[in-house]
Nanobody
Framework: QVQLVESGEGLVQAGGSLKLSCAASGRPFVNYAMGWFRQAPGKEREFVATISWNGKITYYEDSVKGRFAITRDNAKNTVYLQMNSLKPEDTAVYYC??????????????????WGQGTQVTVSS
């Protein structure tokens, strides 16, 4: 059983920064792409960023490009999401997720088999 545990929840003012972490356990972390998604109240869960198994390829949702950065440390089985220049519209519960298949890069939620419990990010104006 794979477990993903997010941390880094916070309340920040617009323009501020937060860094989310997601620690994985239960299967070899290094073989799988990881992703971050978010869900705002009343909205569907949406893709934010994904990173390949080796960290060399990343992909971002358009609204976060240039502001967010996804990285991973395979030695620590951890993936991160550095969020800068935060906006009120970034307010959401953020989830990390692990792909169900090895070696690919995918942005659709149904590509991801394992999900964390979510962590709240609130950006005030």
């Amino acid at each position: 059983q794979v477990q993903l545990v997010e941390s880094g929840e916070g309340l920040v003012q617009a323009g501020g920064s937060l860094k989310l972490s997601c620690a994985a356990s239960g299967r070899p972390f290094v073989n799988y792409a990881m992703g971050w998604f978010r869900q705002a109240p009343g909205k569907e869960r949406e893709f934010v960023a994904t990173i390949s198994w080796n960290g060399k390829i990343t992909y971002y949702e358009d609204s976060v490009k240039g502001r967010f950065a996804i990285t991973r440390d395979n030695a620590k089985n951890t993936v991160y999401l550095q969020m800068n220049s935060l906006k009120p519209e970034d307010t959401a519960v953020y989830y990390c997720a692990a792909d169900r298949e090895r070696g690919r890069l995918c942005t659709a939620p149904n590509c991801f088999e394992y999900w964390g419990q979510g962590t709240q990010v609130t950006v005030s104006s």
